[in-house]
């Protein structure tokens, strides 16, 4: 039971005019009072044997009250032992119970007497004091034991590090060592200065002739001799290329090789000794990985933004101005201008190449990259020979619908639409109109199941196509050419 100091007050008023009518009693006999209080007993009718009849002198009898008081209140303390203990286990019906002392004490009929009544303080207090040290200690250990434990927790994530040596063809090795203490701004720390702003300047027509057209993106120096590798789309068509390194004013670049098709390019600037991004592996990512952008969204204003967030999926198919891609998805913020810029890993290698954006009001957070290990193969072929050499058929084609079968009676399969002069496709006889049914032995329903099986073989490679020609099946073996870029 709680120490209530209000009821402590009352009390001490009540007292008050009880001494006090007390005292003004003129009729009042000590010895009488003291005989009285010995043929009662103890308070509460306890400790008979202390208040025997031999008693009565009134000076013992009644010495003063609030020494009465006291071994009153000394007597009931052994017999609230018990009640003690009850009162723990409800702290409601205690209180209810010292409410209910308090009205007994407004019906007593020793009330004006000059018998003083005084309530058990409460154990629980007592008790409280006594344990206080212990709490007091304990309390004190246990703070003392979390911080402990926390700095050498903290010291052993801080002793944690990342470290592991990455190569590729056509960038140099390197070990790269992250602390887990402010990993994202030492990884913008560590690659940031290889991710360069790529602005470009193209001629365009429109109905009042030409005009200059300014563009923008970024890049990734993977070889020390100032090649950087971006996006197609970044630099196509464009009459002058210009790259800014960071801190550094802008220097003229020439376009190594591009293929529209992967939507990669390489550039070079007469520079070197320049800082080298590493290449990871992207066939380890996985869904929920830590994912950083770096690039210069929006143009040089805001060069070298660096934005964080996960990796949201992999693989994801999609066709873009006709071109198919399978693209890592992030949804790091990816805005115009990163195109060609770095998605990195938590080990601050280059995982993707950041590509495209969905731009909607309904969409928030969807960007893409391109796998690095897709992009690596790319590279050393224009590296190498400026283009992407590819097994090349030479044709235009498109899908045969459920309804033109139904209305044209056609049989499922890819319409020839154009053949390439002097593709692989001309030079087998292949002609427009004639429906591909099968490659190889492999049935073929639509375009997407045609390309991928030209694009298993080889440049040179010789394969079997069955066509469907006026009502006719036909099987043409053709020598698969070379796409040089296109």
């Given at each position: 039971?709680?120490?209530?100091?209000?009821?402590?007050?009352?009390?001490?008023?009540?007292?008050?005019?009880?001494?006090?009518?007390?005292?003004?009693?003129?009729?009042?006999?000590?010895?009488?009072?003291?005989?009285?209080?010995?043929?009662?007993?103890?308070?509460?009718?306890?400790?008979?044997?202390?208040?025997?009849?031999?008693?009565d002198?009134?000076?013992?009898?009644?010495?003063?009250?609030?020494?009465i008081?006291?071994d009153e209140?000394?007597?009931?303390?052994?017999?609230?032992?018990?009640?003690?203990?009850?009162?723990?286990?409800?702290?409601?019906?205690?209180?209810?119970?010292?409410?209910?002392?308090?009205?007994?004490?407004?019906?007593?009929?020793?009330?004006?007497?000059?018998?003083?009544?005084?309530?058990?303080?409460?154990?629980?207090?007592?008790?409280?004091?006594?344990?206080?040290?212990?709490?007091?200690?304990?309390?004190?250990?246990?703070?003392?034991?979390?911080?402990?434990?926390?700095?050498?927790?903290?010291?052993?994530?801080?002793?944690?590090?990342?470290?592991?040596?990455?190569?590729?063809?056509?960038?140099?090795?390197?070990?790269?060592?992250?602390?887990?203490?402010?990993l994202?701004?030492?990884?913008?720390?560590?690659?940031?200065?290889?991710?360069?702003?790529?602005?470009?300047?193209?001629?365009?027509?429109?109905?009042?002739?030409?005009?200059?057209?300014?563009?923008?993106?970024?890049?990734?120096?993977?070889?020390?001799?100032?090649?950087?590798?971006?996006?197609?789309?970044?630099?196509?068509?464009?009459?002058?290329?210009?790259?800014?390194?960071?801190?550094?004013?802008?220097?003229?670049?020439?376009?190594?090789?591009?293929?529209?098709?992967?939507?990669?390019?390489?550039?070079?600037?007469?520079?070197?000794?320049?800082?080298?991004?590493?290449?990871?592996?992207?066939?380890?990512?996985?869904?929920?990985?830590?994912a950083?952008?770096?690039?210069?969204?929006?143009?040089?204003?805001?060069?070298g933004?660096?934005?964080?967030?996960?990796?949201?999926?992999?693989?994801?198919?999609?066709?873009?101005?006709?071109?198919?891609?399978?693209?890592?998805?992030?949804?790091?913020?990816?805005?115009?201008?990163?195109?060609?810029?770095?998605?990195?890993?938590?080990?601050?290698?280059?995982?993707?190449?950041?590509?495209?954006?969905?731009?909607?009001?309904?969409?928030?957070?969807m960007?893409?990259?391109?796998?690095?290990?897709?992009?690596?193969?790319?590279?050393?072929?224009?590296?190498?020979?400026?283009?992407?050499?590819?097994?090349?058929?030479?044709?235009?084609?498109?899908?045969?619908?459920?309804?033109?079968?139904?209305?044209?009676?056609?049989?499922?399969?890819?319409?020839?639409?154009?053949v390439?002069?002097?593709?692989?496709?001309?030079?087998?006889?292949?002609?427009?109109?004639?429906?591909?049914?099968?490659?190889?032995?492999?049935?073929?329903?639509?375009?997407?199941?045609?390309?991928?099986?030209?694009?298993?073989?080889?440049?040179?490679?010789?394969?079997?196509?069955?066509?469907?020609?006026?009502?006719?099946?036909?099987?043409?073996?053709?020598?698969?050419?070379?796409?040089?870029?296109?």
């Amino acid at each position: 039971m709680d120490y209530d100091d209000s009821n402590d007050t009352n009390k001490s008023i009540k007292n008050d005019e009880t001494l006090e009518n007390f005292s003004e009693d003129k009729n009042i006999d000590y010895d009488q009072e003291a005989d009285k209080l010995g043929s009662e007993g103890s308070v509460d009718g306890e400790n008979a044997e202390n208040n025997d009849s031999g008693k009565d002198d009134s000076e013992y009898a009644y010495k003063d009250h609030e020494e009465i008081n006291q071994d009153e209140a000394n007597q009931e303390e052994d017999q609230g032992e018990a009640n003690q203990d009850e009162s723990y286990k409800d702290k409601d019906q205690e209180e209810a119970s010292e409410d209910e002392s308090y009205k007994d004490e407004e019906n007593d009929p020793n009330k004006g007497t000059g018998y003083i009544k005084i309530h058990n303080v409460p154990v629980k207090k007592k008790r409280f004091k006594k344990m206080a040290p212990f709490i007091a200690a304990m309390l004190i250990s246990a703070l003392l034991g979390g911080v402990a434990g926390g700095a050498i927790v903290s010291s052993q994530i801080n002793k944690t590090a990342y470290s592991s040596p990455i190569t590729s063809s056509t960038n140099q090795s390197k070990t790269v060592s992250y602390s887990s203490s402010s990993l994202i701004s030492k990884i913008a720390e560590e690659a940031g200065p290889a991710i360069v702003g790529v602005d470009t300047k193209a001629i365009t027509q429109d109905i009042f002739g030409d005009r200059e057209v300014e563009g923008s993106g970024s890049g990734i120096i993977f070889d020390s001799k100032g090649y950087i590798v971006t996006n197609e789309h970044v630099i196509g068509n464009s009459k002058d290329i210009f790259v800014t390194l960071p801190g550094r004013k802008p220097v003229k670049a020439q376009v190594v090789g591009a293929d529209k098709r992967t939507d990669i390019a390489v550039i070079k600037i007469n520079e070197s000794n320049l800082p080298v991004a590493v290449f990871g592996d992207s066939s380890k990512v996985k869904v929920g990985d830590l994912a950083i952008a770096i690039g210069n969204p929006m143009g040089e204003e805001y060069a070298g933004s660096v934005t964080s967030g996960i990796i949201s999926a992999l693989n994801r198919n999609m066709v873009v101005d006709g071109k198919r891609y399978k693209l890592i998805q992030t949804d790091a913020a990816i805005n115009p201008g990163n195109s060609g810029g770095a998605l990195l890993n938590e080990r601050g290698e280059v995982v993707g190449i950041n590509t495209i954006k969905i731009s909607s009001s309904k969409v928030e957070g969807m960007g893409f990259a391109i796998p690095i290990n897709e992009v690596k193969p790319i590279v050393e072929q224009l590296m190498k020979n400026g283009y992407v050499s590819r097994p090349y058929l030479g044709i235009y084609f498109f899908d045969v619908t459920d309804s033109m079968i139904k209305d044209y009676k056609l049989v499922p399969g890819v319409v020839i639409d154009k053949v390439d002069s002097g593709s692989a496709a001309e030079s087998a006889g292949l002609k427009p109109r004639d429906i591909i049914t099968e490659v190889d032995g492999n049935k073929i329903k639509s375009s997407d199941e045609l390309y991928d099986c030209i694009q298993s073989h080889k440049v040179g490679d010789s394969i079997k196509v069955k066509v469907w020609r006026d009502g006719s099946t036909l099987t043409i073996p053709v020598t698969l050419g070379d796409s040089k870029g296109l």
